[in-house]
């Protein structure tokens, strides 16, 4: 759910999807179609527009706010915030130009892939939209002045005390991890996004490479 990293035209936050053109040459979005639902393809339909014209190696910002009436990037359907298809059709309403299975996000975080144009894809808990795939290891917003609130980790984290929770970017609760002089192994865990927290509610947000 979107409610501070990016607003459309309107200034209103809403969900949103970003194309990147990996070519060098422009292409239109325009008489494409995009579906939520793998059974009715034609779904959305983009009107031709000079508007949808993605420049070679750049982005654009597709707004799934189901209000068309604000203009060409805005489309008919919402996205579900417990994940969902994705799928993107060529004019004849037939032809799968691409399509992704989106897993369920926390509030303004992401999921794309792992640099512009890569294979795999991954989540991010500092969203780049309109701005290339690149996770960011230091995040401005400090906790007790002290710790990233956002860390990239692929082994360890830092964090205080000696035990803390382990909860996955759907909220579950994986268990508990003893630590010693505030280094956590994490290296059992999957790829992914989580949270760590301490018995007295002090949090870490990090993602395991």
Same mark, same amino acid.
């Given at each position: 759910?979107?409610?501070?990293?990016?607003?459309?035209?309107?200034?209103?936050?809403?969900?949103?999807?970003?194309?990147?053109?990996?070519?060098?040459?422009?292409?239109?979005?325009?008489?494409?179609?995009?579906?939520?639902?793998?059974?009715?393809?034609?779904?959305?339909?983009?009107?031709?527009?000079?508007?949808?014209?993605?420049?070679?190696?750049?982005?654009?910002?597709?707004?799934?706010?189901?209000?068309?009436?604000?203009?060409?990037?805005?489309?008919?359907?919402?996205?579900?915030?417990?994940?969902?298809?994705?799928?993107? %059709?060529?004019? +004849? #309403? !037939?032809?799968? /130009?691409? *399509?992704?299975?989106?897993?369920?996000?926390?509030?303004?975080?992401?999921? $794309?892939?792992?640099?512009?144009?890569?294979?795999?894809?991954?989540?991010?808990?500092?969203?780049?939209?309109?701005?290339?795939?690149?996770?960011?290891?230091?995040?401005?917003?400090?906790?007790?002045?002290?710790?990233?609130?956002?860390?990239?980790?692929?082994?360890?984290?830092?964090?205080?005390?000696?035990?803390?929770?382990?909860?996955?970017?759907?909220?579950?609760?994986?268990?508990?991890? %003893?630590?010693? +002089? #505030? !280094?956590?192994? /994490?290296? *059992?865990?999957?790829?992914?996004?989580?949270?760590?927290?301490?018995?007295? $509610?002090?949090?870490?947000?990090?993602?395991?490479?």
């Amino acid at each position: 759910m979107n409610t501070q990293t990016v607003s459309d035209e309107g200034g209103e936050f809403c969900s949103w999807i970003e194309v990147f053109n990996l070519s060098q040459t422009a292409f239109s979005l325009s008489t494409l179609y995009l579906s939520d639902d793998n059974l009715n393809l034609t779904k959305h339909r983009f009107p031709v527009s000079n508007n949808l014209l993605v420049n070679g190696a750049e982005h654009m910002m597709i707004w799934a706010d189901g209000d068309t009436a604000q203009g060409p990037a805005h489309i008919s359907f919402f996205l579900s915030p417990s994940g969902g298809w994705l799928f993107m %059709s060529a004019p +004849d #309403g !037939v032809t799968v /130009v691409d *399509s992704i299975q989106y897993p369920a996000m926390t509030i303004d975080e992401s999921y $794309g892939r792992n640099g512009d144009g890569n294979a795999s894809w991954i989540m991010f808990p500092t969203p780049t939209p309109n701005a290339p795939n690149i996770l960011s290891s230091v995040d401005n917003d400090l906790r007790d002045g002290r710790l990233p609130r956002h860390q990239v980790v692929s082994n360890r984290i830092h964090f205080y005390g000696s035990e803390v929770e382990i909860i996955d970017w759907a909220g579950r609760r994986i268990g508990t991890i %003893s630590g010693r +002089d #505030g !280094v956590f192994d /994490v290296s *059992s865990l999957p790829s992914g996004s989580y949270i760590a927290r301490t018995e007295d $509610g002090k949090h870490l947000r990090f993602m395991k490479m």
